[in-house]
Every structure is written in C-alpha cells, then in structure tokens.
C-alpha cells in the first residue's frame, strides 16, 4: 500500500491550497493565483484517482468476503465477476497515480507559437515547409485548437521560407513540444527533371507562450517601425500600415551580452492589434531563451532525445517513395505517410509522450 502512503501525504497541501485559492490576498496577486489554480487542478486529479484507488482495493475485499460466506451460487458468481473486474482495474489505477504523481512541466498548459524554416534544400525545402505547416493545420482542426498565422515569407516556387504561427486551446504545448527538431524529407522535387531522389530539411520550432507576468519588458524601450502588409486580404491590406515591426535589446541574464530580438506581425488589418500580439511574440521568445537552460537540463538527464532542447537534432525523417514516416527518436516507423501529411499525427505523439513518461517514472523512481 506503498502508493496509498504517498497519497495521504498530499490530502494537508490538497486543503492548504483549496483555502490558498479563495484568499483575496492570493487572488489580487495574479501570478501566485494562477500558479496555485494550476497545482489545485494538478492535486485534485490526484484525490479524486485515489478515491477510485481506495473503492477499487474495497471493492475486492468485499468481493472476497462475499466468495467465502456466501452459499447462494447466483451471488457468489456475481462476486467472483466483481472481484475479477476489480483485480483488472487495480494495476491500471495504479499507473495512472504514478504518472499524475510526477510532477506536471509547467509549461505543458500553456498555448504555443509554431516557428516552421525551411532549411536545406533550397525551394524543395519551402515547399517542404509548407507541407508540414498544411499538416499541423490539419492536426489542430482535429483537436479543436485555434492557429492563426502571425507573419510568413513566401518560397519562390510555393510553400515557405518562414512562417509563424500561434495555436490556442487546451494543453497545447504539452503534445506539441514533442515537434520542435529538423524534420528531413525525402522524394522527388517538382523541378527535378531526372527523376531523383533529393534530402531536404525543415526545422521546428514549437515555443511556450509566455504570461504577460512570465517576462518584464520596458515597453518604453521597444522600436516600433510600421509597414504595409503583403497578401491576401484585399486591396486595404496593401494601401494601410497596419504590419509592424517590434526591436527590442535584451540583455541575456546567463552571459551578460546584449542581443537585438526582432518581430514582426501583420496578422490583422488593426495596427493596435498587431502591436499587442507583436508584444505577446516577443514575451514568448525572452521567455523561451530565459528557459534554453531549463530545457537543456532535462534533456540532460534523459537518456533519449524525446525532450532534446537541441532544437538542431534531426527528430523525424518522411520518406516519400517508400510512404514511410521515421521517428528517430524512439524507432517509430509508419507507412501511411499520406494521412500523416493530412493531420494523422497522434498515433506517433502518443508514442512519444508513453517513452517520456517511462523515463520520467525511472527518474522518479516510482
């Protein structure tokens, strides 16, 4: 009953932060409040599987009670089926308590933005890049998330240079994360003449959205430049300087040097819009190169690349002619190459997320 033990230890914190929350001292401090909002969620999802866990253990006590004292055959029958259903539902339970009991990364319920270059490969690798942007689109429409394109650079010859994009809805990063990497295509350009197969890359890159309270940024110290924007959107697009463009010189607190950040957004035809969401990408990228460090120390520790924080290791290989997908991370190979460029991408996620999980229940030693 070792994990009962670990259970009880966690029911004074539970009734801590049940009172914590509806203090209006906690409340009017927005940052402690949301933290402690999100450990209530974390801590309640624990007291509610051990109150299955305890039902379960009571169930099969009394199932076995019933089997020794019963005489009428009918009942005992039915015990002996409730006790089987609860000795299957043991170990089950007690899995899903191990994994709610390691601690949840803090950034996994945060919303993303997706950062989507092509790399080698010149326009190959553009249309490449337009591919994978098409295929999370088509994930997100099957989550029920939101993405909206933030800014893009066109490839000559279709697809993307760069696009940028952010996804809202429910534990985005947490099943996004996993996507961050070089992806590597490989199949018969449309320019090829000879037939052959060329290797071409894209990376990803998928960033936690930081809190207005995560970053401080001296707004008084941000350059604002203005410009038209380009595409599809009208003629108005074109004739009004609703695109901007934020500078900022951040001061990296690891090694001291300066660096200038640069942003740009023409996601609506409103400037002020485009100013407050050109303000929430550059909170994002401070936030994400604050914690490089934080992400490199996990990665670290692992023994596979699932968490890498080397955004340059190569995750993820498409193979066109053989319809094959690879993920080098965990040796996940899959044939349906073109449902994954449909959106099909979960089955994969969800193998990924089981092998992050097993090591983080070896690290946890649970």
């Known amino acids: 009953m070792e994990i009962l033990e670990k259970l009880e230890g966690l029911i004074p914190r539970f009734e801590e932060v049940s009172t914590l929350i509806t203090d209006p001292h906690v409340i009017a401090d927005q940052k402690r409040y949301v933290q402690l909002t999100k450990e209530y969620k974390n801590l309640e999802d624990i007291m509610n599987a ?6 379960t253990v009571k169930g099969i006590e009394e199932a076995k009670e019933l089997i020794t004292l019963e005489d009428d055959p009918e009942m005992k029958e039915i015990a002996r089926e409730e006790l089987a259903a609860n000795e299957k539902r043991l170990p089950i339970l007690e899995e899903e308590i191990k994994l709610l009991l390691i601690p ?13 270059r092509g790399g080698t490969g010149g326009d190959e690798a553009a249309l490449f890049a337009g591919d994978l942007f098409r295929m999370y689109s088509k994930y997100c429409e099957t989550k029920g998330w939101h993405l909206t394109i933030s800014s ?6 279709g697809g993307y240079k760069e696009i940028v994009a952010n996804i809202t809805g429910e534990n985005v990063y947490g099943t996004m994360k996993y996507e961050s990497g070089v992806h590597r295509v490989q199949r018969v350009p ?12 894209s990376t990803v890159a998928v960033l936690p959205e930081a809190e207005p309270f995560d970053v401080q940024i001296n707004e008084g110290e941000v350059k604002w430049d203005t410009f038209r924007s ?7 697009v074109n004739k009004v300087e609703s695109g901007v463009r934020a500078r900022y010189m951040w001061k990296n607190p690891s090694t001291g040097e300066t660096e200038e ?5 023409t996601e609506t035809r409103d400037q002020p819009k485009n100013k407050e969401r050109a303000l929430a990408r550059l909170r994002t990228y401070i936030y994400d190169r604050e914690h490089q460090k934080y992400i490199d120390d996990i990665a670290s520790r692992r023994k596979t690349l699932v968490s890498t924080g080397d955004r340059s290791a190569k995750i993820r290989t498409y193979n066109y002619p053989q319809g094959r997908i690879t993920d080098h991370r965990i040796n996940y190979t899959i044939y349906n190459l ?4 449909d959106g099909n991408i979960q089955d994969c996620i969800d193998h990924l997320i089981v092998a992050e999980n097993a090591e983080r229940l070896k690290e946890a030693e649970l």
């Open 190 to 201: 449309v320019t090829e003449t000879q037939g052959r197969v060329h290797t071409s890359a």
């Open 261 to 265: 950040i640069l942003v740009e957004c």
């Open 230 to 236: 380009q595409g599809a959107g009208g003629q108005n």
């Open 152 to 157: 893009f650079s066109e490839g000559a010859a």
């Open 104 to 116: 949840a990364d803090p950034e996994d319920s945060k919303n993303v933005t997706l950062e989507i």
């Open 338 to 341: 073109a449902a994954f460029m």
């Open 50 to 55: 051990r109150k299955q866990y305890i039902a």
